[in-house]
């Protein structure tokens, strides 16, 4: 099976849904994202962890996983890491998977997210009102308010 009729046909067949929702109510406890360090419950795919049993897979076959891990696996997949493992390293720091994929790694500037995290709790708490909340230039004038 292509992977083109893979993702257009047999993820949209009836027997795929039914093995989902099938899934899903004989796993209730299970349904959140088994990447390790997520365990995300929003909208969520089952990835398959071997492609042998397509059209008759088994609850052991599949794992739920959430739709940002679930790219960052077959990406992992397409750099030669197996299935069984690959949803596994999607939960790699950022850093270990701009590696793994083969991305470029930028240093992030020190204290760049404090700063964007102290902004954030002062604009919440009203403290004190950010650059971007004043209104520009362009528009005091427009309203004909002196300088």
Same mark, same amino acid.
């Given at each position: ?19 989902r929702? !099938? ?8 349904w959140?994202?088994?990447?390790? !360090?997520? !365990?995300?419950? /929003?909208? *969520?795919n ?23 891990h ?12 197996? *299935? ?5 390293k999607?939960g ?16 992030r500037?020190? /204290? ?5 995290r ?7 708490? !009203? ?16 309203? /004909?308010?002196?300088?």
């Amino acid at each position: 099976m292509s992977n083109d009729h893979y993702q257009r046909v047999y993820l949209r067949s009836k027997h795929w849904l039914a093995f989902r929702a !099938g899934w899903k109510k004989r796993h209730p406890d299970e349904w959140f994202c088994h990447t390790p !360090g997520c !365990g995300s419950s /929003g909208p *969520l795919n089952l990835h398959h962890l071997t492609y042998k049993r397509i059209g008759r897979e088994r609850d052991y076959d599949v794992t739920p996983v959430c739709r940002y891990h679930h790219r960052i696996a077959h990406e992992l997949q397409k750099k030669g890491v197996s *299935l069984e493992t690959c949803h596994i390293k999607a939960g790699l720091s950022d850093h270990d998977l701009a590696v793994a994929l083969g991305r470029p790694v930028r240093p992030r500037r020190k /204290g760049q997210r404090n700063k964007k995290r102290k902004a954030m709790k002062q604009r919440v708490s !009203g403290r004190q009102p950010l650059a971007q909340d004043k209104k520009p230039y362009n528009e005091v004038r427009r309203f /004909g308010a002196e300088m």
